[in-house]
């Protein structure tokens, strides 16, 4: 009873501050200011979408983070000038202030109950990947209101944004923004501290069957792979460590942070993404730097395609999976047939390949690629703005904002800085200020 009183008081928290949130949307705005807010914290695609807006004349850009001084010190792993980038506390009264004045909006989860303000600003969704899987599960069912879907694939990108709610929204194929990782490999020495060489790893990222609750509810998608012995007592991970040392190849293991399952006592060489971050790495920095990957039902591999390495999906509980999570569709057995191994065994053409230095079915990829009309070559940071910058100009000339000539100074010829439109908006900045000093700080907004 006491856990059902907390949920019906969280969800009433979160309503209440989703109706603050809108009706604080329909009174403030400030053009150019633009609000970036990814879950959790060290979410590449609202880091690298800060670090890549915050380049744009014109803009203003603010990242909300649950933990504002960890927060920044991701972003300077990722961002040329992090000091370009305001951080502030999403849990607090000056974000939930930045957020309703912005221009526009950013997000991968959804930001303060997630009420529907695409009449009112230009909201975006990055999300945190399109990949095979179906994006409901046990425990979630999110309706997220947004006006623009950026991704890299059309294909599981407008089934993420049916699901979302979301089916008229428009989709901007211009890559997910943290691919641009994939042109910065992690460093030489960073590399070493984790114990690996630049492209002389495989990097094996399965994706969880059970979650371990650092989301909140916990859940389970499919069996955990461990579990699964064959007649022989080998289970799927100690058979492919078997066959990678077999051939003399160094896989290493990055579990997803949701994963309730282990991987580490089998002789597998496991990183953590706190491992990471300590050593000044980013995942997709990590990623860049490995010679080829194996991975199954997660989103990162259809990132990975841009590549253009070995890549296999290892799934030796693809029954299990498909009557558990399931699949969005076109589903990956249609999308991607000749990359699937679901034995152990099948592994082995795909480790000798990388032992010797050739490629492991480069045909299928390209074929998987195509499906996913997923664009040739790496993300490039242009190609994010272009985007951006076509997306915000539509939304000032559907809104009536659209750009006015720059009043300029009879005798210089320079733009004048300062207008009647900054003016404006510096008095609400005002009222805003005045009202945050008779507000306790330390409130916090969910």
Not at 76 to 105: H, M, Q, W, Y
Request: hydrophobic content about 40%; proline content about 6%.
């Amino acid at each position: 009873m006491l856990r059902t009183a907390r949920r019906g008081s969280a969800e009433w928290g979160r309503a209440s501050v989703a109706a603050l949130h809108r009706q604080l949307s329909g009174i403030l705005h400030t053009r150019g200011r633009v609000c970036v807010y990814g879950w959790p914290d060290h979410e590449e695609n609202s880091l690298y979408a800060a670090a890549l807006l915050a380049g744009m004349p014109g803009l203003r850009v603010t990242l909300l983070a649950d933990k504002p001084d960890l927060a920044a010190g991701y972003l300077r792993l990722v961002c040329r000038d992090p000091s370009a980038v305001e951080v502030v506390a999403k849990n607090s009264i000056t974000g939930l202030l930045r957020a309703s004045a912005a221009e526009v909006l950013l997000f991968t989860h959804g930001l303060y109950g997630s009420p529907d303000l695409t009449d009112r600003k230009l909201v975006i969704n990055l999300w945190h990947g399109y990949g095979p899987k179906a994006n409901d599960n046990a425990a979630f069912s999110a309706r997220i209101p947004f006006s623009v879907l950026f991704c890299n694939t059309p294909v599981w990108g407008a089934a993420a944004a049916r699901w979302l709610g979301a089916a008229d929204a428009r989709l901007r194929c211009c890559g997910n923004p943290r691919e641009i990782a994939f042109s910065h490999p992690a460093p030489p020495a960073s590399l070493a501290r984790l114990g690996l060489e630049q492209e002389r790893f495989v990097l094996w990222m399965p994706t969880y069957r059970g979650s371990n609750g650092a989301a909140g509810p916990r859940w389970r998608d499919a069996p955990d792979l461990r579990a699964r012995v064959d007649a022989a007592g080998m289970d799927p991970v100690s058979a492919l460590q078997g066959l990678a040392d077999a051939a003399g190849v160094k896989v290493v293991v990055k579990p997803h942070p949701l994963d309730v399952s282990r991987f580490d006592g089998g002789g597998l060489h496991v990183v953590t993404t706190e491992e990471l971050l300590a050593n000044g790495v980013t995942l997709y920095q990590l990623i860049a730097a490995s010679a080829g990957m194996i991975s199954d039902y997660s989103s990162a591999w259809v990132e990975y395609l841009d590549l253009d390495r070995p890549l296999v999906l290892y799934c030796p509980d693809l029954s299990d999976y498909i009557a558990g999570r399931g699949f969005s569709e076109p589903s990956m057995v249609k999308i991607a047939p000749g990359l699937i191994v679901e034995t152990p065994l099948e592994l082995t053409g795909f480790f000798e390949a990388l032992a010797t230095g050739t490629d492991w079915r480069a045909r299928q990829r390209h074929e998987t690629q195509a499906s996913l009309g997923l664009r040739p070559g790496l993300v490039d940071a242009e190609a994010f703005r272009t985007a951006f910058r076509e997306e915000l100009d539509r939304r000032r000339l559907r809104s009536g904002r659209t750009p006015r000539p720059a009043r300029r100074d009879l005798l210089s010829g320079e733009p004048i800085k300062r207008s009647i439109a900054r003016s404006a908006i510096g008095v609400g900045q005002g009222q805003i200020r005045k009202r945050r000093c008779v507000t306790d700080p330390r409130t916090r907004s969910r």
